[in-house]
C-alpha cells in the first residue's frame, strides 16, 4: 500500500473527500461511473466483497495495523492511504472520524431495471423520496426482511451518496436496484412492472385501500411495494395505476409513520421469504407512510 503522511490539506487525492459535491463525485475518474464515499471498515468490506474497487482511503494512522488492516490486505498494493492526526483530518471533512476510515470507490455499473426484476418475487419502489437517510434506512430494511430489489422513480435521491450508503451500513452495495421510467414517470415504471409479471400495491390511504395484512397480497406471486415521500405522498397517477392500495392498520389516533418505518412493516409481512400473511385484528387504523395529495406528486 501506498501510504501518504498529510501535513495539509491541499493534495489533490483529498478533493474526492470534501471538496467535490455528491454530483460532481458522480462524474469523478469515470465519467459513466464515478466515485462513491464508503465510511467504517464494516462498510468498506461489503462494497469489497460486492465487487467494488478502491480509488483511496483516509484514516488515522493507528488505524492502518489496527481496525483497517483486514480491508487494507484486501485491497490492489498501489491503492493511496492518506493518514494525518486526527485534527488534520477533522478540519478536512468537517467531522471527526469516528469510525475511522473512509474509503472512495469507482461506482458500481448501474444496472437495467429488468436484471432487477429477473426472477424476483418482491421489491421496493421508492418515488421521489430525497432524504438520504430514510433512503439508507428502506435499503437496510429491505435488504434485512426478505425484499430481493429495489427500484427508483427518477426523482429519489442517489442510493451511493455518503449519507445513504452509511446509514444503510452498505444494503445499497448488497441489494440489486435500478432506476425506472427516466422518462413518463409513473407509466413507463408500472408498465415495466405489470409486463415482467408483478402486481403493484401502493402503500397510502385511499377508500379502497385494504389492510397490510390481506390474503390477497400474500397471495400474490410477485409484488411491488409502492413507498412515497412522507410530506405529499405517493403520486395520484401512481396510485390510481396501482392494482392495490394498502395500509398499515394502527391505534391510538396515530395515522402515519416515518416512511423507512413503514417500509418495515410492509417487508416484514410481505417479504420474500416470509410465510402467509395472516389476517389482521385491528383493521381501525389509517395512514401507513403516505398521504394523497392531489395537487403534488411529492418532493
Not at 455528491?22 to 468498506?44: D, H, M, N, T, W
Not at 483511496?56 to 488505524?63: A, D, G, H, I, T
Not at 385494504?210 to 410477485?222: C, H, K, S, T, Y
Not at 418505518?261 to 381501525?284: D, H, I, K, M, Q
Request: glycine share 10%; with cysteine; net charge positive.
Amino acid at each position: 500500500m501506498q501510504i501518504i503522511q498529510l501535513t495539509s490539506l491541499d493534495h489533490p487525492g483529498l478533493d474526492v473527500y470534501a471538496r467535490l459535491t455528491e454530483a460532481q463525485l458522480r462524474r469523478r475518474l469515470e465519467p459513466e461511473q464515478g466515485v462513491f464515499i464508503a465510511e467504517s471498515p464494516k462498510v468498506i468490506a461489503t462494497a469489497l466483497d460486492a465487487g467494488c474497487r478502491p480509488v483511496s482511503l483516509l484514516m488515522e494512522r493507528r488505524w492502518i495495523e489496527g481496525g483497517a488492516a483486514e480491508i487494507l490486505a484486501r485491497c490492489p498494493a498501489d491503492t493511496p492511504v492518506y493518514t494525518g492526526d486526527r485534527a488534520l483530518l477533522a478540519r478536512l471533512t468537517g467531522y471527526e472520524l469516528t469510525r475511522g476510515v473512509l474509503c472512495a470507490m469507482h461506482r458500481p455499473a448501474p444496472r437495467p431495471a429488468a436484471a432487477v426484476l429477473a426472477g424476483a418475487r418482491r421489491v421496493a419502489v421508492l418515488e421521489n423520496i430525497v432524504d438520504a437517510a430514510n433512503v439508507g434506512a428502506v435499503f437496510r430494511s429491505a435488504a434485512a426482511l426478505g425484499m430481493d430489489g429495489m427500484l427508483l422513480s427518477p426523482g429519489c435521491c442517489d442510493p451511493l451518496c455518503r449519507r445513504a450508503v452509511r446509514v444503510s451500513m452498505g444494503a445499497v452495495l448488497q441489494l440489486p436496484w435500478a432506476r425506472l421510467g427516466r422518462q413518463g414517470w409513473p407509466g413507463a415504471g408500472l408498465a415495466a412492472l405489470h409486463d415482467a409479471g408483478f402486481a403493484a400495491a401502493a402503500l397510502a390511504l385511499t377508500d379502497r385501500s385494504v389492510p397490510l395484512g390481506d390474503p390477497a397480497l400474500a397471495a400474490e406471486p410477485r409484488l411491488a411495494l409502492f413507498l412515497g415521500t412522507e410530506g405529499t405522498g405517493l403520486c395520484p397517477d401512481t396510485i390510481a395505476g396501482c392494482d392495490y392500495v394498502v395500509r398499515i392498520p394502527m391505534q391510538r389516533g396515530v395515522d402515519s409513520l416515518n416512511v423507512a418505518a413503514a417500509g418495515a412493516v410492509a417487508f416484514w409481512e410481505l417479504g420474500a421469504s416470509r410465510p402467509a400473511a395472516r389476517p389482521t385484528r385491528n383493521e381501525t387504523g389509517g395512514l401507513p407512510c403516505t398521504r394523497p395529495n392531489t395537487s403534488a406528486c411529492g418532493g
